[in-house]
């Protein structure tokens, strides 16, 4: 992304002095692809955060209403289960990571459950 080298170090500054991550993941379509291929910022954030010692962490998979059809629960479970094979490889505790589904531009699970999202 546009920028992004220029706060890896703000990144590694908070982390290192962190107890716990959350991590928002983008749903739409080539956004999370991008994100979590080998290169992606998804892969570095989590291996940073466990390198800087960050053990608790919250998956948030994000833009949920983009997806196609809207709040696409095969989606969500595709991501999730990228993510969550990740995150056992670099050695959090899968078990406990929560992933939450949202749509931050809409406040879809944001601030409460809502009742047409899984």
């Keep these: ?56 962490v919250i998956i948030a998979i994000n833009k949920m209403d983009t997806t196609s059809p809207p709040y696409n629960e095969a989606r969500y ?4 289960k990228e993510v969550g094979a990740y995150l056992k490889k670099v050695g959090f505790q899968v078990p406990r990571v929560p992933f939450i589904p949202i749509s931050a531009f809409k406040g879809v699970n944001m601030d409460s459950l809502t009742t047409y999202m899984f």
Aim: net charge negative.
């Design 77 to 80: 479970n595709e991501i999730k």
């Design 1 to 56: 992304a546009p920028g992004h080298r220029d706060f890896i170090k703000n990144m590694i500054t908070g982390t290192s002095q962190a107890d716990a991550a959350v991590l928002i993941v983008a749903a739409g379509t080539g956004e999370f692809e991008a994100g979590i291929s080998s290169n992606g910022q998804t892969r570095e954030h989590l291996l940073l955060a466990f390198t800087l010692g960050v053990r608790e």
